[in-house]
């Protein structure tokens, strides 16, 4: 079972006795609201990370801003989300994007 | 395509068809843009959808890289 890496307070440990829990990760299809079926990958700053979810099935990229509402963290407006063949693009240039960024910093 | 600046076409990676990242310097400070692109009068015009990165938070995800890959392998490979 994997619930490592995913930091949220209000983990489904809480409802999980035999029952469905509805963020399990492992299932691909367990993801009608295309919601937070994921990995919490890293946290780039206070406020934003990096997380690998499925999103309608698919796994993405998602590098998003997160704000705290209720006690919850939830996702904001800011952020994208990149599916496997733009991730791969990214990958294919990040030492390129790197460099350019220290070149100009 | 033409892009808004020369100075952008020299810094930008294109990652789909309506999709970049790109460098930018925004009142002294870089930011590294991936984001989302739209049509407009002839023109690629960055739409709000997308998020620009500090050189520092550029840094903090290029070296989780390994990490995110190893998530994409968890969850693509997931039985």
């Not at chain 1, 299932?27 to 990370?49: A, E, F, L, T, W």
């Amino acid at each position: 079972m994997w619930k490592k890496g995913w930091k949220r307070k209000n983990e489904v440990e809480a409802g999980g006795d035999g029952a469905a829990p509805s963020r399990k990760f492992a299932k691909k299809d367990s993801d009608d609201d295309g919601g937070d079926d994921g990995i919490v990958v890293c946290q780039i700053s206070k406020n934003r990370r990096v997380s690998v979810r499925l999103w309608q099935g698919k796994v993405v990229v998602d590098i998003r801003e997160f704000y705290v509402k209720d006690g919850k963290e939830l996702p904001g407006k800011k952020g994208i989300s990149l599916p496997m063949d733009q991730w791969k693009v990214m990958l294919d240039h990040i030492d390129e994007i790197d460099e350019a960024v220290k070149e100009n910093s | 395509m033409r892009m808004r600046d020369e100075e952008e076409a020299s810094r930008a990676q294109r990652l789909s068809s309506k999709r970049r990242v790109t460098l930018q310097d925004f009142r002294g400070k870089t930011l590294l843009s991936i984001r989302e692109y739209y049509m407009k009068d002839g023109k690629e015009l960055p739409s709000s959808k997308g998020i620009s990165l500090t050189v520092e938070q550029w840094e903090a995800f290029r070296n989780a890289v390994p990490a995110i890959e190893a998530a994409i392998k968890k969850l693509e490979g997931s039985d």
